[in-house]
Structure formats: structure tokens, C-alpha cells
């Protein structure tokens, strides 16, 4: 009877394993993204007729990188007549308005928003991003959301490397296409996406002189070495932490990660070498999925062995807003009591920059934007 017993559990244990083994193999497969729906018709992500421009970007290596340009509701109501039209009317090339409108307009605010690990750009939650970041300036803030190599339409096989030239070839577009200064541009990644925007901008930044309004990260880790023992997917799937009992075995499958995606050392670099920058990483106490320490973390390794001023700000329920200062250099850390991955949940801050203490309620993500802009004059 016992030896049954041990027989049944041990099979089952092992049949539990090897079941988990698959999922993670499946979900680390860079070809299994979900095709099926048609990413052309913005419609059924409940955008108004007109409102997203979709396109192909060809980049300087040859791939195409397919992209939503998302009209802000302002700008699309003083222009309404005119897209309807344009999507009636499609085989004209009229559907290249909504890029006239962005390049024409010397008051636009661009924010290149940089997408998860997994699906392509209309997946979950990312076009509610889109409507969060456009709603909190709705005559000015226009967003283009993009594919990296390998997801969704774009195409090409994705890599550290690879994905971090396909963010730079957005800027590219950003930059000499929609000829949109750099100071009127922020770049916001969430959970990957921090990693290749960061990445992104340390190449404008270091290589190039170039500096962009803001860097916004939702949800960001410091390497994926360090993030994959603690990381599961969805909130309920483990990676790699039933590998904790086996140290040996842990530090060996972390030796073979080829995609390190260091971004606690790029931050670092950033702080180190540039003379101005605007950085916010934001991160809800309640991530399932990626722990908040990892965005604590990344504050403490870019602040901890530098001059600056530090200022830490207490909110209600459990959170708080640290921001480290020096020169034209910023950095803040918000500690949000709950809201997900997304951390779009209104959160009571006080409005210090308008030059008084009234309190305002914001989207969390959607205000680290508007506080990159707050420096950009209007014409």
C-alpha cells in the first residue's frame, strides 16, 4: 500500500513537472504569438473610424516593424470630417492625414510606447495604455505603439540586440519621418519594454547627444537573470523559483540566459555619464507577476553612488514617491499601493511642480508622462 503511494505521488509530481516544463517552453517560444486577429481593424479595440493609423515601418536593416499611430481625442475631434473621409478612401494614401497632423502640429507631444514580452500591439491591456497616455493631454499627446522583430506583423526573429535596433529605428521614424524634435518625445516601456527602452535611450543619449523629454518605465527588473527566479507569468505560473531548492541547478539554467537584458547597469551608465535626463519608474505593491523590489532595486543602483538630493513622499494606503535629484537630472521611484502591472489606478500626489501643494488626482502612469512634457513650452 505505502509503496503504491509513494509509485502515484511520485508520478504525479513527476507529471506536474514536466507539465510546467512545457508551459514555460511554450511561453519562451518566440513563434507562438497569437495571429488571429485582425490588427488592422482598430475598430473592434473600440478606437473611433479614423482615430489609428496603422503602417509599416521598413528600417535601415530591412525589416518591417508594423506600428499604430493612436490620434489623441482632442486632435481627432478638430479633425474628424477629415479622417472619416480618409478611411473611406483608403487606396488614395489619405490614410498618411493622421502623420500630417503630428508633423504639423508644432504643440504635439510624442510618446513611443514599448510593449511587453509576449503577443503584439493590440494585446490585453495595451490599448487601454494607449487611451490612458492620449487622455491625459487630449489636444496634444499622440502615441505609437509598435512590434518588435518576430511579433505580431512586424517581421524577423526577435534578440536582445535585435529588439533594441528595432526601438532605435523607431526613434528613427520618430525623429526624421514624423520630424518630431526629441525634446517633445518620451519613450515608456512596460515589464520588457523597460528593457529595450532603456537600452534605446541610452543610445541616443550616450552615442548620439540626443536627449528626449522623458524616460517612463511601468514595471521594470533589473536584469533577467535576477527577475526570473521571482517571475511568474500571470501572476500564478513559476519560472524558475521551484528551482530555489536546487541552487546548483538555478545557477546553472541562469549561466545559459543568452538575452541578459542588464538594465540596472544601463540605468547606472545613464546617471553616470549623461548630464540630463528625466527618468520614473513606476510599480504597484500587488504585481503578481514582477515583484516591486526590482523597480526599488533599480532606484537604489542608480542613486546609491552618486551626489544628488534625495525627497521621499508618503501616499495613502501603503505607498510612496522617491525622487532623487541632481542639476537637470531626475529620477523618481513610485511605489504605488495596488493597481497591476498597468498601475493606471488614480493616485492622490501632490501637485508641487504647479507651485503650490493642491492635491490632484492622476492615473500614475499617464502624470509620469505629463511631468516629462512640464518642461516643454508651448508655441
Known amino acids: 500500500m505505502a509503496r503504491s503511494f509513494f509509485t502515484k505521488a511520485f508520478w504525479t509530481f513527476s507529471g506536474l513537472g514536466a507539465l510546467w516544463a512545457v508551459a514555460i517552453g511554450l511561453f519562451l517560444h518566440p513563434d507562438l504569438q497569437p495571429y488571429w486577429e485582425n490588427l488592422n481593424n482598430t475598430e473592434l479595440w473600440g478606437f473611433l473610424p479614423g482615430q489609428v493609423r496603422q503602417f509599416l515601418y521598413t528600417t535601415d536593416h530591412g525589416s518591417k516593424l508594423y506600428a499604430w499611430h493612436v490620434l489623441p481625442l482632442g486632435v481627432y475631434r478638430e479633425n474628424e470630417k477629415a479622417l472619416l473621409a480618409a478611411s473611406a478612401d483608403l487606396a488614395q494614401g489619405s490614410e498618411d492625414i493622421i502623420l500630417e497632423i503630428l508633423k504639423n502640429d508644432p504643440n504635439a507631444r510624442l510618446v513611443i510606447k514599448f510593449h511587453g514580452n509576449a503577443g503584439h500591439v493590440a494585446q490585453g491591456w495595451r490599448p487601454d495604455t494607449y487611451r490612458t497616455l492620449?487622455?491625459?493631454?487630449?489636444?496634444?499627446?499622440?502615441?505609437?505603439?509598435?512590434?518588435?522583430?518576430?511579433?505580431?506583423?512586424?517581421?524577423?526573429s526577435p534578440t536582445e540586440e535585435g529588439l533594441i535596433q528595432d526601438g532605435i529605428q523607431m526613434l528613427y521614424w520618430a525623429l526624421k519621418v514624423a520630424n518630431i524634435p526629441p525634446q517633445r518625445i518620451v519613450l515608456f516601456g512596460q515589464s520588457l519594454g523597460t528593457a529595450v527602452a532603456t537600452a534605446v535611450t541610452e543610445h541616443f543619449t550616450l552615442k548620439q547627444n540626443i536627449q528626449f523629454a522623458g524616460l517612463v518605465l511601468v514595471a521594470p527588473f533589473v536584469s533577467?537573470?535576477?527577475?526570473?527566479?521571482?517571475?511568474?507569468?500571470?501572476?500564478?505560473?513559476?519560472?524558475?523559483?521551484?528551482?530555489?531548492?536546487?541552487?546548483?541547478?538555478?545557477?546553472?539554467?541562469?549561466?545559459r540566459v543568452v538575452d541578459t537584458w542588464t538594465t540596472s547597469d544601463r540605468?547606472?551608465?545613464?546617471?553616470?555619464?549623461?548630464?540630463?535626463?528625466?527618468?520614473?519608474?513606476?510599480?504597484?505593491?500587488?504585481?503578481a507577476e514582477i515583484p516591486w523590489t526590482q523597480s526599488q532595486c533599480l532606484f537604489k543602483a542608480s542613486t546609491n553612488t552618486t551626489i544628488g538630493t534625495k525627497m521621499r513622499e508618503e501616499i495613502a494606503g501603503g505607498g510612496w514617491v522617491e525622487t532623487w535629484t541632481e542639476g537637470a537630472k531626475r529620477i523618481k521611484l513610485i511605489i504605488s499601493p495596488s493597481g497591476g502591472m498597468l498601475v493606471l489606478l488614480d493616485l492622490r500626489v501632490s501637485d508641487n511642480l504647479a507651485g503650490h501643494n493642491q492635491i490632484m488626482t492622476y492615473p500614475v502612469a499617464a502624470k509620469a508622462v505629463l511631468d516629462c512634457f512640464d518642461g516643454v513650452k508651448q508655441t
Open 267 to 287: 540605468l547606472a551608465n545613464l546617471v553616470q555619464k549623461s548630464n540630463t535626463f528625466n527618468i520614473a519608474l513606476i510599480h504597484a505593491r500587488n504585481d
Open 134 to 156: 492620449t487622455g491625459a493631454a487630449p489636444d496634444s499627446i499622440h502615441v505609437v505603439g509598435f512590434d518588435y522583430r518576430g511579433f505580431g506583423y512586424s517581421t524577423g
Open 224 to 255: 533577467i537573470p535576477e527577475l526570473l527566479p521571482e517571475y511568474t507569468i500571470a501572476g500564478c505560473i513559476p519560472t524558475l523559483s521551484p528551482l530555489k531548492m536546487h541552487p546548483l541547478i538555478l545557477k546553472w539554467v541562469l549561466s
